[in-house]
């Protein structure tokens, strides 16, 4: 991350740009639209800063090093997964399981999941086991 922080008036600047999904004094995160846009353009032969520019960002205001960084994320990204690698997945990939209190019917029904699925993988492992000492099994 870059040692510039955005001030406040930065920021609502910043946060009028219909490409910028969100700012904090801290960083940018930018529309996957805006994303596909800047891939197309820049392999069509267009700088990053072109992009940045041509779609209302002060590329001074943001840093140069910022934009190209963001521009060789997104190339990579979208070489190894495609329009899918360009997707924030900060919204789908929540990290730490969550840790609310479950009901008592909430935890049954959990558990009730949770035993069924161990009896179904206990009887697969018996028919693998018989299938290895050749044993046939009759159903």
């Known amino acids: 991350m870059t040692k510039k922080h955005f001030s406040e008036k ?36 267009k700088t990053p800063r072109q992009v940045f520019e041509d779609h209302g960002f002060d590329v001074e205001l943001i840093g140069i090093v910022r934009v190209h960084k963001a521009a060789y994320r997104w190339r990579k990204a979208f070489k190894e997964s495609g329009v899918f690698g360009l997707q924030d997945a900060r919204t789908t990939n929540s990290g730490r399981p969550s840790e609310k209190e479950l009901s008592l019917e909430e935890k049954n029904a959990k558990l009730e999941a949770q035993i069924h699925l161990l009896r179904a993988e206990n009887e697969l492992l018996k028919k693998l086991d018989m299938m290895e000492r050749g044993v046939k099994i009759n159903k």
């Open 10 to 45: 930065e920021i609502k600047l910043l946060s009028n740009n219909p490409y910028a999904k969100s700012v904090s004094s801290k960083g940018i995160t930018y529309s996957d639209e805006f994303k596909r846009i800047l891939i197309a353009e820049t392999e069509n032969g």
